[in-house]
């Protein structure tokens, strides 16, 4: 009797622990590690000020300097109308679109053929006057701020896209130069060798076969071309007054007698955002790439 009442419950022990197994495993599953935490936490930490600002848009300026609120209470879409129909908003937009635009198809003009000569030929200096690029680049806008403000007023170009197009590319072209020079050092020169014997000239061949083999580096080169114009303030503010006045400048010229207009101001920084997120979307492959070469 004692051995019929007991089977059931010994028969019953391996199932328990194949439970007990599977409780454990799934407590560890869904046990977050440190790394995991670490990111969560960056990430929370990067786009909060995103979130806020685009809160601070959809309310109005009586609720943004009210009580403390995680979300809009009253939501409005208001500061973006205001935006999208007052010229001296809206313009903002499309004058630093059309130098940024006009200072990335120079700057990657200026830097394909002088990148190619770094990559390709040794000559007297070469290592010099690639260091010397280098240190333009690192001089700080607000030492040719002057020097620019009284070059362009005295040749008619102060407040014009070009102007403010041309300065950045003394930034623009050093770094372009050094990106572009180490992926088309990265091709071999035999490319240009069996194009040559098959009869291509050098326009022919460098716009056919080279630039579709350094595209990648063309895309890296435009995107922090792209991203130092549309955020660099000073130049464009010192360049322009009126009729180029990019939306940076704007933003830090809108404070009235009754204030600042908080609403609209985080409705303009979020439209600001846009571009350069759309960039970075589109050349997200391309930059991954230009991690890889060490060039980025």
């Known amino acids: 009797m004692t051995d019929a009442t007991s089977a ?18 799934s407590r560890r599953r869904f046990r977050p590690s440190g790394s995991v935490v670490v990111m969560t936490l960056y990430l929370v930490f990067l786009m909060l000020p995103i979130y806020w600002l685009i809160n601070m848009s959809l309310k109005t300026n009586t609720e943004i300097l009210g009580a403390f609120s995680l979300w809009p209470r009253d939501l409005t879409f208001a500061n973006y109308v205001k935006i999208l129909t007052d010229p001296s908003w809206y313009m903002g937009y499309v004058n630093s679109i059309i130098y940024v635009t006009l200072n990335t198809v120079i700057s990657i003009a200026v830097a394909l053929p002088a990148a190619y000569a770094f990559s390709r030929y040794s000559f007297m200096g070469d290592k010099h006057l690639f260091f ?63 194009a040559y014997l098959d009869g291509y000239s050098f ?23 792209f991203m130092f114009s549309w955020v660099e303030l000073l130049l464009s503010r010192t360049l322009t007054s009126v009729d180029a006045k990019p939306i940076a400048a704007t933003m830090t010229r809108t404070v009235s007698a009754s204030g600042l207009d908080w609403g609209v101001l985080a409705a303009a920084g979020v439209l600001t955002i846009v571009p350069g997120a759309l960039v970075i979307w589109f050349v997200r492959n391309y930059i991954a790439k230009g991690f890889a070469l060490g060039r980025v």
């Not at 059931?8 to 495993?25: H, L, M, N």
């Not at 950045?168 to 050092?185: C, D, K, Q, S, Y």
Request: with cysteine; hydrophobic share 55%.
């Open 132 to 194: 010397w690029l280098l240190t333009n680049r690192m001089a700080p806008p607000a030492v040719f701020a002057l020097p620019f403000f009284q070059l362009y007023s005295s040749v008619g170009l102060f407040d014009t896209h070009i102007a403010v197009a041309l300065a950045h590319t003394l930034f623009n072209v050093p770094l372009a130069v050094w990106i572009l020079e180490g992926f088309m050092r990265g091709v071999p020169r035999e490319i240009d060798e069996t």
């Open 8 to 25: 059931p419950d010994a028969a019953s022990i391996p199932g328990d622990v194949t439970a007990a197994r599977r409780r454990a495993k």
């Open 203 to 225: 326009p022919k061949f460098f716009v056919k076969i080279f630039m579709p083999l350094v595209a990648s580096g063309v895309g890296v080169a435009a995107f922090f071309c």
